[in-house]
């Protein structure tokens, strides 16, 4: 055989390569996606319950303005991200918001007994578990892809083909710490 | 063994079981035929027989285990604590969200069943919601949903329904040779005769249903939940909870046991054939040594 077979062997190996590898990898981006969307369906019930919640509290607590404004501020950006690292940043600043305004209700006795406020509570409380939940499925198709698309030989052809690594969705360490309890 | 194994596994069982069930039947069928002079035509009539009776059991198997443990389908406003729990675990591992039953019984157990991930219902008892916390529910919920994941719902259930059937009509004939004997003797004969034969392979049968079960299928469902919640020790409270529970289920048979979490069964002659659970001392040691 010539060298030429031989090139032509080693080229025919490598595109079909090529095909498989970027099968895997859309495959893999598909289920990215997938999981993106399951977490954009329960940051958009976040920020939908929000309006409800406000026009709630504002019915007793008048006065806490900043706070209102804040909350209001965190849902435009939410709903306003393009990408996950700004939905991630939004919804960071949404939990950060709400916590201060559940902690002032706490001064408000009436608006607490409210059974309109406990339930939007309660759903809000849902909602960011299932946020919880989507972001750990969401996280795991990330590592998977992105070890797909960052080990050898992969790594010289990924780029190639167009893929980048997928961004995680994470939670501020100032959010996931433990609220303190005083007495 | 992967999710990816376990699923091709799962498959492979599937066929061998709906094999073994259709050879069975139709030399039952042969035999039987064989009594009223056309063995052939027996084993032909077992032969549709068995056709229309696995098609009904792919299609209808989770109702008829449904039935069988008297389980009342529930909706969000029923228990919504229950509900939003697997609502967030099927979130968490990206299947679409089965169907939830609950059977009215102070026992402490579960089980999964459903031909698909599309159609999957998961089952608790009464006894299992009031007595377990919190985190311990979710594990127990987490090992059911893994098992819908997995695939391992389809071939537990076909086992149910197809080997189940032979198992329940050995029963049968078993009984009504025993009782029915001495008042009529001539059409007696027969079914004595089955029922011997039957008797004499339920060994066998109870070998078709081991094929389908498989010990290391609880514990990859144990060590997926685990994944699934984050935290081992919830599981692991709840089987030790769950094993400690005295109080047997009503409505369940031989045929039916191997879906639940914890074996159902404490004694009969089938029990201790139908060893198809691992130890939950076992499963509780490798749960909290990872």
């Not at chain 1, 408000?108 to 849902?126: G, I, R, T």
């Not at chain 2, 389908?73 to 299947?95: F, S, T």
């Not at chain 2, 078993?174 to 392979?201: D, E, P, Q, V, Y």
């Amino acid at each position: 055989m010539s060298i030429t077979n031989y090139v032509l062997i080693v080229l025919g190996a490598i595109v079909l390569f090529a095909f498989w590898l970027y099968n895997s990898l859309v495959r893999a981006k598909t289920r990215v996606e997938e999981a993106w969307s399951h977490i954009d369906v329960q940051l958009n019930r976040r920020a939908d319950l929000i309006p409800n919640l406000l026009e709630t509290v504002k019915g007793y607590a008048k006065h806490e303005k900043g706070i209102f404004e804040n909350v209001t501020k965190a849902r435009s950006a939410l709903l306003g991200a393009k990408s996950v690292k700004e939905s991630e940043e939004a919804d960071n600043m949404l939990t950060g918001a709400l916590k201060t305004l559940f902690a002032v209700a706490e001064n408000y006795p009436n608006l607490k007994a409210s059974d309109n406020f406990k339930e939007l509570q309660d759903e809000l409380s849902d909602t960011e578990n299932k946020i919880a939940y989507a972001r750990q499925f969401y996280n795991g198709n990330v590592r998977d892809f992105n070890i797909l698309i960052k080990s050898f030989p992969n790594v010289l052809l990924a780029s190639v083909l167009g893929f980048k690594a997928a961004e995680f969705f994470q939670v501020s360490q100032e959010n996931s710490k433990k609220p303190e309890v005083k007495f | 063994m992967t999710l990816y194994h376990q699923i091709a596994e799962n498959r492979r069982r599937t066929f061998f079981l709906f094999f073994f069930t259709f050879l069975i039947i139709i030399s039952l069928g042969y035999l039987f035929g064989a009594f009223y002079g056309d063995s052939y035509a027996g084993a032909l009539l077992a032969f549709i027989f068995t056709i229309f009776y696995s098609l009904i059991s792919y299609f209808f198997s989770a109702n008829i285990v449904l039935a069988i443990s008297g389980a009342k389908p529930i909706e969000k406003k029923d228990n919504p604590y229950l509900y939003r729990m697997v609502e967030n675990l099927c979130i968490g591992a990206g299947i679409p969200l089965p169907k939830i039953y609950i059977i009215d019984e102070p026992a402490l157990n579960a089980f999964a069943t459903g031909r698909d991930q599309n159609h999957g219902v998961l089952v608790v008892t009464r006894g299992l919601l009031e007595s377990l916390e919190n985190e311990e529910l979710e594990g127990v919920l987490a090992h059911e949903l893994s098992h819908i994941q997995n695939q391992d719902i389809r071939v537990m259930t076909l086992a149910a329904v197809l080997a189940g059937a032979i198992v329940m009509l050995a029963d049968i004939f078993l009984r009504s040779s025993r009782w029915g004997s001495s008042r009529s003797r001539k059409s007696g004969g027969i079914l004595i005769l089955i029922g011997l034969i039957l008797a004499l392979l339920s060994p066998l049968f109870a070998q078709l249903i081991k094929l389908a079960i498989s010990r290391q299928r609880e514990f990859l469902a144990d060590s997926a939940g685990a994944l699934l919640t984050r935290y081992p020790e919830g599981l692991a409270k709840a089987l030790e909870k769950i094993s400690k529970d005295p109080m047997p289920l009503q409505n369940v048979s031989e045929a039916t046991a191997h879906l639940y979490i914890k074996n159902p069964l404490t004694k009969g002659m089938f029990a201790s054939m139908f060893s198809t659970h691992p130890p939950v001392e076992e499963r509780i040691k490798r749960l909290r040594a990872s």
